[in-house]
T-cell receptor, first 113, second 111 residues
Framework: IAGITQAPTSQILAAGRRMTLRCTQD?????MYWYRQDLGLGLRLIHY???????GKGEVPDGYSVSRANTDDFPLTLASAVPSQTSVYFC????????????FGQGTRLTVV | GENVEQHPSTLSVQEGDSAVIKCTYS??????FPWYKQELGKGPQLIID?????GEKKDQRIAVTLNKTAKHFSLHITETQPEDSAVYFC??????????FGKGTKLSVKP
């Protein structure tokens, strides 16, 4: 059972470049989320999707976009990367509904130079 | 928006001692309060959770208490072991089913 898989594991990206972080889950979870983790700030929600075909903005959505074409995949795109987007990015999923455990991927460490 | 305060930010204990991490939150309709453990280089993993209709829950060496009136909840780890060393996050459930996290506590258990 793979659970939730992110790719790439790490990436160094030149400022101004476009980048898509991939996330796939095999648990048939309805809801998926993207968080960024920064030292001293914990994990903050970027975008979410409650079901295929719908997306919403989280706490820190600027500079990021997402799509949810099907249940399993939830890619995060940085249209034009900036150094402040250097972070560790985590994708998560759950069944949705009150009190549903969220499962996290192993993270993507992104450095924008 | 909703805010979760977590204390302490770092905690060092001797093996076998207990560790306590506390979280408080502002106005919230959340009824679900999970705790996550994050080991170095890995994603967070659920270790225990509690719902608002319960005041305390225990799972082996780990326990969580919730006081919804006072808006605080705590994680208790007894008989700590070196493998308990990690970063621990409290969280509560947001309006979109997302999690709102505290800033984390780095726990170090010294042998």
């Amino acid at each position: 059972i793979a659970g939730i898989t992110q790719a790439p594991t790490s990436q160094i990206l030149a400022a101004g470049r476009r980048m898509t972080l991939r996330c796939t889950q095999d648990m048939r979870h309805n809801a998926m989320y993207w968080y960024r983790q920064d030292l001293g700030l914990g994990l903050r929600l970027i975008h979410y999707s409650n079901t295929a075909g719908t997306t919403g903005k989280g706490e820190v959505p600027d500079g990021y976009s997402v799509s949810r074409a099907n249940t399993d995949d939830f890619p995060l795109t940085l249209a034009s990367a900036v150094p402040s987007q250097t972070s560790v990015y985590f994708c998560a999923s759950n069944r949705q509904g009150v009190g549903s455990e969220a499962f996290f991927g192993q993270g993507t460490r992104l450095t924008v130079v | 928006g909703e805010n979760v305060e977590q204390h302490p930010s770092t905690l060092s204990v001797q093996e076998g001692d207990s560790a306590v991490i506390k979280c408080t939150y502002s106005d919230s309709a959340s009824n679900y309060f999970p705790w996550y453990k994050q080991e170095l280089g890995k994603g967070p993993q659920l270790i225990i959770d509690i719902r608002s209709n319960v005041g305390e829950k225990k799972d082996q060496r780990i326990a969580v208490t919730l006081n919804k009136t006072a808006k605080h909840f705590s994680l208790h780890i007894t008989e700590t072991q070196p493998e308990d060393s990690a970063v621990y996050f409290c969280a509560l459930e947001g309006s979109q089913g997302n999690l709102i996290f505290g800033k984390g506590t780095k726990l170090s258990v010294k042998p």
